[in-house]
């Protein structure tokens, strides 16, 4: 009897260390499945459970378009991901499930996400789907209401990069503007901001208003599309206050403190995470006699013209036609300048890189271009460089604006 009593003690005892021990591995292992390190080029973490992006959610938006004649803005990056890492593009799928899409709205760059920045999109017809493709770049950027004659639904679905003057957001107003005109809901399928993490920069004057600025609000606005059309909404910016019947599908396992690595350029002059993380630094120089590295293989990574001073920039270059950029500022010329593609990621917009060139460049005077004041959405930043004022002094000119920015753009996130 006290053997077996000792038997079933000692055995019991067994028993509790294996189950402790097992606690500990599972939860040493779950752990592991939550955190893991971000790319290299940041030290964040961030959760290894998969971003789940709006389009693969099909069963939360095909019981909402069933039935019904649709309508699809969308461009390259309007793609449905498979397990294995591979994807189907959002409309051949859905043709492919019998919805019936009626037509594709093509932005800036086409539909399938070819042409030249400021390249005039032409209508046509995909050569795949056969689909007749509208372009909403151009002349016609709002579709019209025989555009949209015959639609029970629109669902927009484009891989934004959070810059004021990324054009797709301009799009998305007048898609909204043009369905809410004519009682058409849309569908917002999300994607994650590679850009969300902060907000910086002037907030844009409406006097400044255009298709690269639309909005009273910072160069780097930190907000989803999904977010970013929530808010379009409820500020009222569509022309007379209309607001569009709207339904976002939201990321699954995203918020904006993660990275976000987009698989599919989004457009022809943004190759790679480094050039989404400089673009909103770096675009400035599109209203200057600047190269940004159109016409290279390093866009919005370098910069660099023939009028900066060679012995304070090394760094050389010639752009050169290529795909997306046919005719580069500066084409066949010797531009000094620097290479920025093994920088650190920054959270801020830089502006020391662009203060630098107009301080080294030979005739100041001819520095800026009539683009730039569009892009800064005011005429103060230019004021401000030129009058020597340095990155520091001129970013704080942006507290108070950037303060109730913010505020206001509580007002309309979805995610924290």
Not at 32 to 58: C, H, R
Not at 69 to 89: C, E, L, M, P, W
Not at 230 to 259: D, F, R
Not at 298 to 307: D, K, M, V, Y
């Amino acid at each position: 009897m006290k053997f077996n009593i000792f038997k079933n003690t000692v055995l019991l005892f067994v028993l509790v260390i294996i189950s402790c021990a097992s606690k500990v591995k599972n939860e040493k292992t779950e752990t592991q499945s939550k955190i893991a390190p971000q790319n290299q080029s940041s030290n964040k973490l961030q959760v290894i459970e998969k971003i789940v992006v709006g389009a693969n959610q099909t069963e939360k938006y095909l019981p909402l378009i069933s039935g019904k004649r649709v309508g699809i803005v969308a461009n390259q990056t309007s793609v449905i991901f498979k397990n294995d890492g591979t994807y189907t593009h959002l409309v051949d799928s859905l043709v492919a499930l019998k919805v019936p899409v009626q037509k594709v709205f093509a932005p800036e760059h086409g539909f399938r996400g070819t042409a030249d920045a400021g390249e005039v999109v032409k209508d046509g017809i995909d050569t795949k789907t056969k689909l007749p493709i509208v372009s909403l770049y151009g002349k016609n950027k709002k579709p019209s209401a025989e555009q949209l004659k015959g639609l029970d639904v629109v669902i927009f679905d484009i891989q934004d990069v959070g810059a004021r003057f990324y054009t797709y957001i301009s799009s998305l107003h007048y898609v909204m503007e043009a369905c809410a005109e004519q009682q058409i809901p849309v569908i917002i399928l999300d994607r994650p901001n590679p850009n969300g993490q902060y907000i910086d920069g002037p907030i844009l004057k409406k006097e400044n208003k255009s298709f690269v600025g639309m909005h009273p609000i910072p160069v780097v606005h930190g907000m989803t599309v999904g977010e970013y059309a929530n808010m379009i909404n409820g500020e009222k910016w569509l022309e007379n206050a209309v607001q569009c019947e709207l339904i976002v599908i939201p990321n699954k396992n995203y918020n904006h403190t993660l990275s976000y690595s987009l698989p599919i350029k989004p457009s022809p002059n943004l190759p790679n995470d480094q050039s989404i993380n400089l673009y909103p630094s770096l675009c400035f120089f599109e209203g200057t006699n600047v190269s940004a590295g159109r016409g290279t293989d390093h866009q919005f990574q370098i910069f660099g013209s023939p009028f900066l001073n060679k012995d304070l920039f090394s760094f050389q270059f010639t752009p050169q036609a290529n795909d997306g950029a046919k005719y580069p500022k500066h084409q066949n010329k010797l531009c000094y300048g620097k290479n920025l593609s093994e920088e650190k990621n920054i959270d801020f917009l830089n502006l020391a890189w662009l203060i630098e060139a107009y301080q080294n460049t030979k005739n100041q005077k001819e520095f800026f271009n009539n683009f730039f004041i569009k892009l800064a959405g005011t005429d103060k930043l230019q004021q401000q460089i030129e009058a020597g004022l340095t990155a520091e002094e001129i970013r704080a000119t942006w507290k108070d604006g950037l303060e109730a920015f913010k505020k206001t753009r509580g007002n309309y996130l979805i995610y924290p």
